[in-house]
């Protein structure tokens, strides 16, 4: 056993170890005809729109009684497919000369998932997005041709995660003080595109993003990891695009200089459109809202409806959220339920840490809409001042769609 690990294990919190659950892997497995075979959990039509490698949440089917996002629920995005991996033989591979002792990836630190559980576990609720969620209203909304899945909002979710923190883990191990850079590599088969062989999924982020609320996550609301959500384990980067939390973490390599990959030089990141060719790749999200009803919606006339929604940022808390239920006529202000109704989990600590990375649910009353044709709008502000706006700048890849969008009405 390597010195680095035995001083982890030496070092950790006295907890129980929670039962690794290689069984809930190959479970659920859906026949061939249901759809998409790289997703291995089932995909209802009433529930999914099924893109093939990825696959989207209605979110008209959304339960505005529920606060959290259940993984059965939750969008799918993936590269290649899910892969299925043994809990019992799974390791979590860390090297690179950001090490206190320096180790090549030959030589990298190994731990295994009881390993990491036996360190102080915590429990983070965030934001769960991909960087297109929105994509489809360029098109539709500002008349603009973009690349990509044409996702309309449902690429989204809130997930009360639970892990061990990467700056528990990094702290153990021994940080050079020069670090800056740390690549995460996930298990999943290599991507390919065209004739080009990109490698596996792999981002790299800052040291300093490491070590303020990175989680390496083995759970979701209190269950294990759904295999198409990173079973066994996967990065979690709160508040940043959904790439940067790379599922079925299989490697962490901790380096002195600035780390690389095809997912932050040629992949998510702004070209085209509006912006320059230099632009730096994408990390944080944006401001977004989204109402909570059919896209278009029909209600009925001569009844008053409250309706509801929900504001997210990756930056910061919702500040309010603005609505116009006659197209951007008149506005007013909405009511946030700021309660966040998951703390169900009483045995486990709330980290400190968990800084209101959640959506913020919104509603506003309609007293008895007259026949006709409407268009809903919400604009969301968050607490570091960031705004929705009315358009989106233009890019080629239909990133961070966050413009208010024009959601249509009928009352009948």
Not at 12 to 33: D, E, F, K, L, N
Not at 102 to 114: G, I, M, N, P, Q
Not at 181 to 195: Q, V
Not at 272 to 278: E, F, I, V
């Amino acid at each position: 056993m390597p010195t680095s690990r035995r001083s982890v294990l030496a070092s950790a919190a006295a907890a129980p170890i929670a039962s690794t659950v290689a069984s809930t892997v190959g479970q659920a497995q859906r026949p061939a005809a249901a759809g998409a075979p790289s997703i291995v959990k089932p995909l209802p039509p009433e529930r999914f729109v099924d893109f093939g490698t990825n696959a989207e949440m209605r979110w008209d089917s959304v339960d505005p009684r529920r606060y959290l996002t259940p993984q059965a629920d939750l969008f799918v995005r993936n590269h290649t497919a899910t892969p299925t991996i043994d809990a019992a033989t799974y390791r979590l591979r860390v090297f690179g000369d950001g090490l206190r002792e320096a180790r090549s990836e030959a030589d990298a630190v190994s731990l295994s998932l009881r390993d990491l559980r036996r360190l102080p576990r915590t429990r983070l609720t965030a934001v769960h997005e991909c960087t297109g969620n929105g994509r489809s209203f360029f098109a539709s909304q500002q008349g603009q041709t973009v690349s990509g899945t044409a996702w309309r909002l449902g690429s989204v979710g809130t997930v009360e995660w639970e892990g061990v923190r990467l700056r528990t883990v990094l702290r153990r191990l021994g940080l050079d003080r020069d670090a800056v850079s740390i690549m995460a590599t996930g298990l999943d088969d290599p991507f390919r595109s065209g004739t080009t062989d990109y490698g596996r999924v792999r981002r790299p982020f800052p040291v300093t993003k490491g070590l303020d609320d990175a989680l390496l996550a083995w759970g979701a609301n209190g269950q294990p990891l759904l295999p198409d959500h990173g079973f066994p384990l996967r990065l979690v980067l709160p508040g940043w695009i959904g790439i940067a939390s790379i599922k079925w973490l299989g490697s962490l390599e901790v380096a002195t200089r600035e780390l690389t990959s095809p997912w932050n030089t040629t992949f998510y990141r702004m070209t085209g459109g509006d912006y320059p060719a230099d632009s730096p790749p994408l990390t944080v999200n944006p401001v977004r809202s989204a109402w909570e009803l059919p896209l278009p919606a029909i209600l009925a006339a001569g009844r008053t409806h409250t309706l509801t929604g929900r504001a997210w940022s990756g930056a910061a808390p919702i500040a309010r959220v603005d609505v116009s239920l006659d197209g951007g006529a008149t506005w007013r202000r909405a009511d946030l339920d700021d309660r966040h109704p998951h703390g169900h989990h009483g045995h486990h600590r709330r980290d400190r840490g968990d800084r209101g990375h959640g959506w913020t649910q919104f509603s506003v009353r309609w007293p008895k809409p007259r026949p006709g044709s409407y268009q809903l709008l919400a604009r969301a502000t968050d607490r570091a001042g960031r705004t929705q706006p009315d358009v989106s700048p233009l890019n080629a890849q239909g990133y961070f769609f966050d413009a208010v969008v024009k959601h249509p009405v009928t009352v009948v």
